[in-house]
């Protein structure tokens, strides 16, 4: 079994930075993809960055220039950094995995991010 944990949510300003990790522990399994999700009360879920299994990078178009998605594959960790936050960032963050063995997919606990004004 494979879990993620992630850390580095917290309350920040408007304009302020956080940084998220996700850190990958347990069995070794192939790696398809790493997604960074949130969820703000009452919306769905939204996907917020992606890496790609050839190293490409996806952001929603509310993040686009404001977050950066890397990973440390040493480490087995994946990052969110996020400048320039806004109040509508507010949500808890959700890392997910996708692997090429059952049971393919694989969710943090998530993380709480509040942007204050």
């Known amino acids: 079994q494979v879990q993620l944990v992630e850390s580095g949510g917290g309350l920040v300003q408007a304009g302020g930075s956080l940084r998220l990790s996700c850190a990958a522990s347990?069995?070794?399994?192939?790696?398809?993809?790493m997604r960074w999700y949130r969820q703000a009360p009452g919306k769905q879920r939204e996907l917020v960055a992606a890496?790609?299994?050839?190293?490409?990078?996806n952001y929603a178009d509310s993040v686009k220039g404001r977050f950066t998605m890397s990973r440390d594959n040493a480490k087995n960790t994946v990052y969110l950094q996020m400048n320039s936050l806004k109040q509508e960032d507010t949500a808890v963050y959700y890392c997910y995995m996708r692997t090429a063995q059952a049971p393919f997919d694989y969710w943090g606990q998530g993380t709480q991010v509040t942007v204050s004004s």
């Open positions: 347990g069995s070794t399994v192939s790696i398809v993809f």
């Open positions: 890496i790609t299994s050839g190293s490409g990078r």
